[in-house]
């Protein structure tokens, strides 16, 4: 009852668009941008979007989106730094990867996205998953008896013609993208978008999660209109479904939230560092434990036999450092931070082996 609902009320929604995305037309990406009857800009169309699943990245891609993210590292509190330490999509398995929602920012990443439009509401359309969030845009008060939700309670408002849309209420479940940034149920996320002509969209969003992070974190990014392309339908546990059976993906069960850091506990965790001491060390990799706990490296360095505190194999990985690249033998160097408590110990921040650097945190 409750999908035939929501659905009948994207059909009411959306009727009547102003503009809408023609295959046969030609689009002059430089043309002013659309309106709606009430003259505020129209967003309808299908847009590709920066491929931004690491938010610490800024990266303008030849397609003429863009990305620019947050400087590494990011402001962790103590309970946000054990979520990001303790994700582990092999171990205890990604939401994503069982059909969940995405979550609205890990939303905008993978696979087109088309959006419709009239005066009262926004339609985004993601193929990924079939997705879809509606948003009424008339300055309605956020709802007072709904349970929180993967995508939360959102509500979209104009200053001028800037969308601005609030959300909140989330069930604290969604990463901010593919690589496991963590938000919590006391988030709150604005997004907002301008449309400064026909071929693009600039895209803010902006998280306030005083449980997360010690400050608000943000990302600029540019979308670029496709009129050539068409949402297609996607239906994740069509292919997914047999893996999980399989065990070849890990299926997610309920979040494994733990205020305490589960890898490397609190002798291991960034207090335990002195950050003030930043060191650059250059020595030969003797000893690798990738999947330790905590992972580690021993290192040469002169006379020093080095223990080099990693990050967790799931960041590694995803930053392009596995455990086939990382060899005994192999010279790198680390910047890192000496152990308050044990000797001869460091903490690394980034590795360089040959021209390639990697940061851990």
Not at 314 to 339: C, H, N, W
């Amino acid at each position: 009852m409750r999908n035939a609902l929501c659905l009948t009320i994207l059909a009411l929604a959306l009727g009547g668009t102003a503009f809408a995305q023609s295959l046969k037309a030609k689009v002059d990406m430089k043309a002013p941008a659309p309106r709606l009857p009430n003259g505020k800009p129209d967003f309808s169309g299908v847009w590709a979007r920066p491929n931004a699943q690491d938010l610490t990245r800024t990266v303008t891609n030849a397609n003429g989106t863009s990305v620019k993210g947050e400087p590494n590292p990011l402001p962790f509190t103590t309970w946000g730094q054990a979520q990001w330490d303790n994700y582990d999509p092999v171990k205890y398995g990604d939401y994503a990867g069982s059909c969940m929602p995405f979550g609205w920012i890990r939303s905008f990443t993978p696979h087109p996205m088309q959006i419709i439009q009239n005066n009262e509401y926004i339609s985004f359309n993601f193929e990924q998953s079939t997705m879809f969030g509606l948003v009424n845009t008339e300055g309605m008060p956020h709802r007072k008896d709904w349970p929180p939700t993967w995508f939360g309670d959102s509500r979209g408002r104009w200053d001028g013609d800037k969308l601005i849309i609030e959300a909140v209420n989330f069930n604290g479940w969604a990463k901010l993208g593919t690589i496991g940034h963590p938000m919590s149920s006391e988030a709150k996320l604005t997004m907002t978008f301008e449309r400064p002509d026909m071929g693009h969209i600039l895209f803010n969003w902006y998280l306030d999660d005083p449980k997360t992070y010690t400050r608000q974190i943000k990302n600029e990014r540019v979308f670029v209109l496709t009129p050539d392309v068409e949402v297609m339908e996607y239906s994740c546990m069509e292919g997914n479904l047999q893996s999980l059976l399989d065990g070849v993906i890990t299926p997610w069960v309920g979040p494994k939230d733990q205020d305490r850091n589960i890898l490397y506990g609190s002798q291991h965790d960034w207090p335990a560092y002195d950050l003030t001491k930043q060191q650059k060390v250059t020595g030969v990799i003797k000893e690798i434990q990738y999947r330790g706990a905590p992972p580690l490296i021993k290192m040469q360095v002169g006379n020093q036999l080095l223990t080099i505190i990693m990050a967790p194999p799931p960041r590694m990985e995803f930053r392009g450092l596995s455990d086939q690249q990382l060899k005994v033998g192999a010279t790198a160097s680390i910047v890192a931070y000496p152990s308050k408590q044990i000797k001869d110990e460091l903490r690394a921040e980034t590795i360089t082996i040959g021209r390639a650097t990697t940061e851990l945190r």
